[in-house]
């Protein structure tokens, strides 16, 4: 059937508007399209340049500097020395194997080397980096740079480890750093990253652990565009971090150099107190170790001989070992009898060599006895019987808390670890601990410094500046954080009579000074410098034996304490030898000797000593391993 005209034209109508409305729908999309896509190459090509780049840009970690630490007087105890390491990323390296080969032709690289790589490697994430060799000298660091090319997925790294110039005497105060381990890690809650950078050091010991904080800083980033081989193309910037806080100490590095080197040889522990203030100028303890073994990784045959070592050298004796004080602890007892009233600085107490309680025997040291004795004259022979008297009558209650006010049984806000806070009993702590009740006995031992009672070194220089002063001093071990002084704390009049404490010191003056007292051979000649002092000697076995004839570890242990000058005093020291025999014969020498270095703030003068010991001094400072005063590596004598 034909189409009429009519139907031939409207149909063509419809289909015009068909094509053009198909045409326009096209050329719309198109133009949509073209402008979407100058928006992307034109507009937007920035960005999506920048998107691209960042398959091959990686940020990494800066590690700050580490803080420093010096003494008082700007001497540097604790710094930082250049390293040259290399490091691989698993991500980087295509052949980790093949990787490895070529990095033997350049440096020594031994299997167990190899071995421990692979194994960090396969625990890594993946751009964790793993440490590969660590302290390369300049030649072998230049050899791994130049091969660069040839190795994918390694970077040389210039980095930071610390140094202690002063080897061991430091060694227990300042402690030491070391890599972070997975032990360190378990103990965190929010672990920094810059604990994931390879080798990074943190403080495992000492001041170093304790202000970790402060001396770690603050991580930097580094932005670097890398090829397709892992091989670094350019640095694209950088962010640098904050480095950590200098930190200045209250110690004297010659006095404390002194010190090390004048208790070498035993197995001892001394302090010196600056009384003013309460700065630890000194605190050592013998024998010590190098902590630089442990910054660069110490041997086990190293570590063994130090864990073996009968004398222990890696505790910090003078804040962490505990001891019974002995006759330094007379003091207490004296003053608390004085506070309770339960006796006068004149009254005297007949010492027939022992008193009996309760069918059992306390004996005085001279089995012959005393005689009659006041409060001097029990410190100046160091009677024990007047002290047995004045238990009995005082109740350990009262000992305690006098003891308490003279700084025992505390450790001080200290940044050290493991401080002990020593023990001063009594009656509800025996029957918590111990389960028993408080006996007479028990006070009697305590009254002279035996028994529960446990005193560390730098509890006994406390005590003693206390009693010196009169005043609640405190020990201080940081003098300033980056330039702020970080304060004195303490120093408020401690509530004891002032004429009771004279009574104390007149007799500490004459265990020093007097012909008779117990420390009369370590008297200081110089008038001007005259010391107060005391000697105990604590028992570490029950039976009474010649210390000549038991092994060095029965013996018992040798103590003084002291403070000078006794008319204006100005430091307190505090000597523990252990199994070192009597306090008068051993401990005695040594704080002298400490005293009047701190008093002369160099080499003690032979004229401060009694003439007829000036030739015995002068060869004891000869034979001293002391280091030279710029404190460089290289010892020498310097009497």
Known sequence: MRRSPQDTATSARKISRRALFLGGSQLAFMGILGLRMRYMQVEQADEFRLMAEDNRIKVRLLPPARGLLYDRNGAVIAENEQTFRIVIRKEDANQIDQVLVELERLINLPPEDQTRVREELRKAGPSAPV????????????AVSANGPALPGVTPEVGLSRRYPLHDDFAHMVGYVGPVSDYNLSKMDVIDPLYRIPKFQIGKSGVE????????????????????????????????????????????????????????????????LDIETGDVLASGSTPAFDPNLFVRGISVADYNALLENKYRPLPSKSVQGAYPPGSTF??????????????TSDETVRCTGHTEVGGRRFHCWK???????????????????YYYELAQRTGIENIAEMGRKLGLGDSYALPLPGMSSGLMPDKQWKLKNRGAEWVVGDSLNASIGQGFV??????????TARIATGRAVIPRLVKSIDGVDQGIQGGEKIDINENMLRAVRQ???????????????????????????????????????????????????????????????????????????????????IARDLMLYALHGDLPPLDSYPSSQRGTISERFRNLPLRDTSGSDTEKSRA
Request: with cysteine; charged share 20%.
């Open 367 to 385: 089995r012959s006895g005393h005689g009659n004795v006041n409060l001097v004259g029990s410190l100046r022979h160091s009677c024990d019987v």
């Open 454 to 463: 446990l005193t560390t070194p730098m509890q006994l220089a406390v005590m």
């Open 330 to 343: 007379k003091m207490v007892t004296a003053l608390a009898a004085l506070e309770a009233g339960v006796v």
């Open 131 to 142: 440490t590969i060799a660590d302290r390369l000298s300049w030649e072998a660091f230049s």
């Open 507 to 589: 007799g500490m003056y004459e265990v020093s000074n007097s012909s008779r007292g117990t420390a009369y051979a370590s008297r200081i000649a110089d008038a001007t410098l005259q010391m107060a002092g005391k000697t105990g000697t604590s028992q570490v076995r029950n039976k009474v034996v010649n210390n000549n004839n038991v092994p060095w570890e029965e013996r018992d242990h040798a103590l003084f304490v002291s403070y000078a000058p006794y008319d204006n005093p100005r430091y307190a020291v505090s000597v523990v030898v252990e199994h070192g025999g009597g306090g008068s014969s051993t401990a005695a020498p």
């Open 209 to 272: 652990s304790q202000l970790e904080e402060d001396l770690r800083g603050r991580a930097g980033s580094l932005r670097v565009e890398q090829n397709a081989r892992g091989r670094i193309i350019r640095e694209l910037g950088r962010q640098e971090g904050i480095a950590g806080a200098n930190i200045q100490l209250t110690f004297d590095h010659k006095m404390q150099n002194f010190m090390q080197a004048r208790l070498a040889g035993e197995s001892a522990a001394a302090v010196i």
